[in-house]
């Protein structure tokens, strides 16, 4: 399936709505400063050994997230690549982007 893009404004909706699950493909120092409440830490050097560990409920949404939008395109495109029938979405802008818009981390 072709990688899909959402907002930082989507992605909030989707989490309050509990629709999403996300990974944050950041390293450890850069998650241990700031992620978004509840996103799974997973440094995109292990994204493809360990995608397998992440459970996505039905109906809900995998969105891979970093510091502005690169690093988590290149884990959607693995997760592309290692099941090609999983929907998965990049976040435009990254936590630079959610935190611009106001959005809490922890």
Known sequence: ??????????????????????????EADEYAA??????????????AQRLDEVVVPS????VMQCRSGGRSLKACDISDALDPDRDV????GGILEWEAQGFAVE
């Open 1 to 26: 399936m072709p990688v899909h893009s959402v907002d930082v404004a989507t992605l909030k909706e989707w989490l309050e709505a509990a629709e999403a699950v996300v990974i944050d493909v950041r």
């Open 34 to 47: 700031g992620h978004i409440a509840g996103a799974r830490h997973i440094p995109l050097g292990e994204i």
């Open 59 to 62: 109906g809900k949404k995998l």
């Open 89 to 92: 979405y990049n976040l435009t």
